[in-house]
């Protein structure tokens, strides 16, 4: 396969082959001309939905549905206080949590709810419900999320993970 030197491209535009700049032309070894479309957009892969772990609290799953439900389109710098009022809310919790950070959220879960961290480092691996805490990026409160079945919800609702450093995922399991 040969790349086109300037004066091929002029013979082609001259013979009406090249309409548009979003195309990459080329010649053939057949001296034919050929061409592909230039991608200007990436998209991301496509995760899988996430999986019911039955080992987990239902409660879960149920405070993720609310926390998809109420989530708004973008963030209002509210996920912890999100996340706290649907579990809450599903009774996977029996009062409010008193921390204020969402970086704080999974030692409090662990500590006063019974929750545990679960050996999982991937949050599109984490199953339905999980609590996802991400660590703050240079400072601030970090992040925390709920796994839904097609992504993540907090005060807001995303397919695509934080961007922050992942610091744990934790869960409730059924007694």
């Not at 491209?9 to 195309?23: C, F, Q």
């Not at 409660?59 to 109420?70: C, K």
């Not at 009062?95 to 409090?108: L, Q, R």
């Not at 679960?118 to 999980?130: E, Q, S, T």
Request: proline share 5%.
């Amino acid at each position: 396969m040969l790349l086109w030197s300037a004066a091929s491209v002029i013979d082609a535009r001259a013979e009406g082959l090249v309409r548009g700049k979003h195309r990459f032309y080329y010649q053939t070894t057949s001296e034919g001309v050929s061409s592909a479309p230039i991608i200007h957009r990436y998209y991301s892969l496509v995760h899988p939905p996430a999986k019911v772990d039955l080992r987990l609290d239902p409660r879960l799953r149920r405070a993720a549905t609310i926390a998809q439900e109420r989530a708004n389109v973008y963030t209002k710098a509210r996920c912890w206080r999100y996340v706290k009022k649907a579990l809450l809310q599903a009774g996977a919790i029996s009062s409010y949590p008193k921390s204020n950070d969402a970086c704080e959220a999974g030692e409090e879960l662990v500590r006063a709810y019974g929750f545990k961290r679960l050996a999982i480092r991937d949050p599109y691996a984490a199953p339905i419900g999980a609590v996802i805490v991400y660590g703050p990026e240079n400072h601030g409160a970090g992040h925390v999320e709920l796994r839904t079945k097609d992504g993540f919800a907090s005060d807001y609702q995303s397919n695509r993970k934080c961007g922050y450093p992942l610091l744990a995922i934790y869960g409730k399991f059924t007694s």
